[in-house]
T-cell receptor, first 115, second 112 residues
């Protein structure tokens, strides 16, 4: 059973470009979470999605950031017009559904570097 | 807002030593989670605690959910080189239990 998959693992973008980060949850999981991690810090919650619905986006910056989890295909975190401050590791986690909150399984992350 | 404070920030120990780290908060958490993150990887769940006073082991790891529900500790016995990594505590936000609040981590280095 494959774990959470994220791609690309590393992404370099120039300021002003768009970044698209993909997350395929574990098989059978319908809940996806995105977190951001700055160097030497813990993870910061960004958004929680179920299939075709955004449940909680309280951690998402108001501008330039968006997320989706379509009926078919991976979840996408999109960052428009990237700036240097967007450089970070972005982690996706998935869970099987209503259940214990600890059951979030993380992918290996996408390291975004904005030059 | 809710915060989790981890100590120590970093530890340098000899192989074979026992390790203890803790996590505290000024607010109550109903669940305490301990994760380990290795360089270039995502966090891996080590132990989940769901009841105040609960003591749970996973191999050489033992974690306890504090009675006040405002703290938790993680112990590693007889450390080995592969224990190297950053250990994070996390807990669900009071407003949304699927949103995890994270500590800043304890970085562990083990000298063989």
């Amino acid at each position: 059973n494959a774990g959470v998959m994220q791609n690309p693992r590393h992404l370099v973008r120039r300021r002003g470009q768009e970044a698209r980060l993909r997350c395929s949850p574990m098989k059978g999981h319908s809940h996806v979470y995105w977190y951001r991690q700055l160097p030497e810090e813990g993870l910061k919650f960004m958004v929680y999605l179920q299939k075709e619905n955004i449940i909680d986006e309280s951690g998402m910056p108001k501008e330039r950031f968006s997320a989706e989890f379509p009926k078919e295909g991976p979840s996408i975190l999109r960052i428009q017009q990237v700036v240097r401050g967007d450089s970070a590791a972005y982690f996706c986690a998935s869970s099987p559904g209503p259940g214990r909150v600890g059951e979030q399984y993380f992918g290996p992350g996408t390291r975004l570097t904005v030059t | 807002g809710q915060q989790l404070n981890q100590s120590p920030q970093s530890m340098f120990i000899q192989e074979g030593e026992d390790v203890s780290m803790n996590c505290t908060s000024s607010s109550i958490f109903n669940t305490w989670l301990w994760y380990k993150q290795e360089p270039g990887e995502g966090p891996v769940l080590l132990i989940a605690l769901y009841k105040a006073g609960e003591l749970t082991s996973n191999g050489r790891l033992t974690a306890q959910f504090g009675i006040t529900r405002k703290d938790s500790f993680l112990n590693i016995s007889a450390s080995i080189p592969s224990d190297v990594g950053i250990y994070f505590c996390a807990g669900p936000s009071a407003g949304n239990n699927r949103k995890l609040i994270w500590g800043l981590g304890t970085s562990l280095a083990v000298n063989p």
